[in-house]
């Protein structure tokens, strides 16, 4: 991975580790809304690349009532290029996983379950429409829609990828 000052400034603003970080916790704390199975460390990812992939966050249903199999399987075109994508962001999230962990925002034990303590919410202006906002809901849509499609291993083979 390039050093943060050798990246392209856009791919430095738009994949920098707070950003990322912040989606991959709302993931999980969505996911830890939802079920007592703890979060498995290789889910983490997948977060980035169906988040951060437009094309794919564009075909998402409006609300997560629809399971995520039924929905990959009337959307198969958002497994097109997925493998890459999560190959390509995996040193993303590497970095924005360290980042959080230097922060004490997340944390995982011996077993790969991952933990995201309790924190004061911080409501930021610009961050409640657009873009950002978009994302953020569909990270929360993911954590949802892991903590009701089964083991790790069901969820990898949905998305057609392997650990």
């Not at 999230?93 to 360290?98: A, D, G, H, L, P």
Request: glycine share 4%.
């Amino acid at each position: 991975m390039k050093s943060w000052y050798e990246r392209p400034q856009e791919i430095a603003y738009l994949l920098n580790p707070a950003f990322c970080g912040e989606v991959i916790r709302r993931s999980i704390t969505k996911y830890y809304e939802n079920t007592d199975i703890p979060f498995q460390y290789p889910l983490l990812y997948l977060i980035l690349p169906i988040v951060l992939h437009r094309v794919t966050r564009d075909k998402f249903p409006s609300s997560s009532r629809k399971q995520m199999h039924v929905w990959l399987q009337e959307n198969q075109s958002v497994r097109i290029g997925f493998a890459s994508r999560a190959k390509e962001l995996v040193p993303i999230t590497k970095e924005s996983v360290i980042f959080l962990m230097q922060l004490d925002a997340l944390a995982i034990d011996n077993n790969g379950n991952v933990q995201v303590p309790k924190y004061r919410k911080v409501k930021l202006d610009g961050h409640t429409d657009g873009e950002i906002a978009e994302i953020m809901n569909k990270a929360e849509m993911i954590g949802k829609w892991f903590s009701r499609a089964g083991t790790v291993s069901t969820i990898y083979t949905m998305w057609g990828v392997k650990p």
